[in-house]
């Protein structure tokens, strides 16, 4: 059983910054990759970024030079660093951890940004 803990969410206004939190815990391997999603209402669940073992990251066109996805392997948590907020970025963020093959998600965090 692996158990994700994400913390972080909440609103703000546009061009703020929130900082996602995600703790994995359980019996599991070692993990692989890390990563957030999101999903807006209405829309499908789509990639923010991930970072791998060794540290390689990736993101999404939308969020480049915006967010900074971290992670540190001893504590098995991974950091979402989001700054220059907008409103579309609007969405349930969902962290998503990969070990020995298998996908394990988080409950979801909301983030809203608005004046």
């Known amino acids: 059983q692996v158990q994700l803990v994400e913390s972080g969410g909440g609103s703000v206004q546009p061009g703020g910054s929130l900082r996602l939190s995600c703790a994995a815990s359980?019996?599991?391997?070692?993990?692989?990759?890390m990563g957030w999603y999101r999903q807006a209402s209405g829309k499908q669940r789509e990639l923010v970024a991930t970072?791998?073992?060794?540290?390689?990251?990736n993101y999404a066109d939308s969020v480049k030079g915006r967010f900074t996805i971290s992670r540190d392997n001893a504590k098995n948590t991974a950091f979402l660093q989001m700054n220059s907020l907008k409103p579309e970025d609007t969405a349930v963020y969902y962290c998503?951890?990969?070990?020995?093959?298998?996908?394990?998600w988080g409950q979801g965090t909301q983030v809203t940004v608005s004046s």
């Open positions: 998503r951890v990969d070990s020995v093959g298998l996908a394990y």
């Open positions: 970072i791998i073992r060794g540290g390689s990251t």
């Open positions: 359980g019996s599991m391997f070692s993990i692989s990759a």
